[in-house]
C-alpha cells in the first residue's frame, strides 16, 4: 500500500447523503482510479484520470463524482444518487513514465463504505 | 472489449504442495497479464507481470506464472505453498495498445486458502 493514502477506513452514511473518499499518492504517479470491489465481483472501475484536470467514466460511474485539481489528489464522492453504494472502495495510481502501458497500478488500502 | 476468467471461486492446497490458481483471458490484440494478492481488508499487492517474451514469468514471494498463447491462459503457480499464502488472487489484463487510459479487466477473484 505504500505511497498511496485512502481515508477514512471505515465510513458510514445515511441515505441521502453525499460523501466523498479521499486517496492521495506522492509517488508522482500520472494516472489515477476508482475501483469498486463488492463479494465475488472483482474490481470495476468508477473513474479514472490520466492527467491534472482530466477524467473518463469507467464501467459503473452512475452516482459516482470526482475531481482532479492536484497530480497527488483524486477524491471520489459517492451521491445520493448511487442505489447501493455499500462497498468496499479501492483507488489505485500508475506512473506515466513511457512505456506506460507496461506498468502495474499501485494501491491505497481502501475504505469501507457502509450505508445505514 | 477484454475480459477475465478465474474458474475456481476457491482453492485448497496443502502446505508444501504445488499450488495453481487458473486464469483465462480474452483481448483483440496482444495481452498485458498481470496477477494481483489481496489480504483481508487491505488493497492489491503485484506480484508479477507479463508484457512480452519469456513465457515464464517470476514475481514475488516464489510465485510465478506462464502465459499460454494458444490456451489464452496465465495461471498463477507455486512450487511449495505457505499457510501465509492464503489470501484473495486477482488476474486482470489489458490490451496491448496505448491510449484507453491503461484500463484493467479484473477477474472475480480466487480464493486460496493453505492448510497445515
Known amino acids: 500500500d505504500g505511497g498511496i493514502t485512502q481515508s477514512p477506513k471505515y465510513l458510514f452514511r445515511k441515505e441521502g447523503q453525499n460523501v466523498t473518499l479521499s486517496c492521495e499518492q506522492n509517488l508522482n504517479h500520472d494516472a489515477m482510479y476508482w475501483y469498486r470491489q463488492d463479494p465475488g465481483q472483482g474490481l470495476r472501475l468508477i473513474y479514472y484520470?490520466?492527467?491534472?484536470?482530466?477524467?473518463q467514466k469507467g464501467d459503473i460511474a452512475e452516482g459516482y463524482s470526482v475531481s482532479r485539481e492536484k497530480k497527488e489528489s483524486f477524491p471520489l464522492t459517492v451521491t445520493s444518487a448511487q442505489k447501493n453504494p455499500t462497498a468496499f472502495y479501492l483507488c489505485?495510481?500508475?506512473?506515466?513514465?513511457?512505456?506506460?502501458?507496461?506498468?502495474?497500478?499501485?494501491f491505497g488500502p481502501g475504505t469501507r463504505l457502509t450505508v445505514l | 472489449a477484454q475480459s477475465v476468467a478465474q474458474p475456481e471461486d476457491q482453492v485448497n492446497v496443502a502446505e508444501g504442495n504445488p499450488l495453481t490458481v487458473k486464469c483465462t483471458y480474452s483481448?483483440?490484440?496482444?495481452?498485458?497479464l498481470f496477477w494481483y494478492v489481496q489480504y483481508p481488508n487491505r488493497g492489491l499487492q503485484f506480484l508479477l507481470k507479463y508484457i512480452t517474451g519469456d513465457n515464464l514469468v517470476k514475481g514475488s514471494y516464489g510465485f510465478e506464472a506462464e502465459f499460454n498463447k494458444s490456451q489464452t491462459s496465465f495461471h498463477l503457480k507455486k512450487p511449495s505453498a505457505l499457510v501465509s499464502d492464503s489470501a484473495l488472487y486477482f488476474c486482470a489484463v489489458r490490451e496491448g495498445f496505448t491510449g484507453g487510459g491503461n484500463k484493467l479487466t479484473f477477474g472475480t477473484g480466487t480464493q486460496l486458502k493453505v492448510e497445515l
Open positions: 484520470s490520466q492527467i491534472v484536470n482530466d477524467f
Open positions: 483481448v483483440s490484440g496482444n495481452p498485458y
Open positions: 489505485a495510481s500508475r506512473t506515466g513514465r513511457s512505456p506506460s502501458s507496461y506498468n502495474e497500478q499501485f
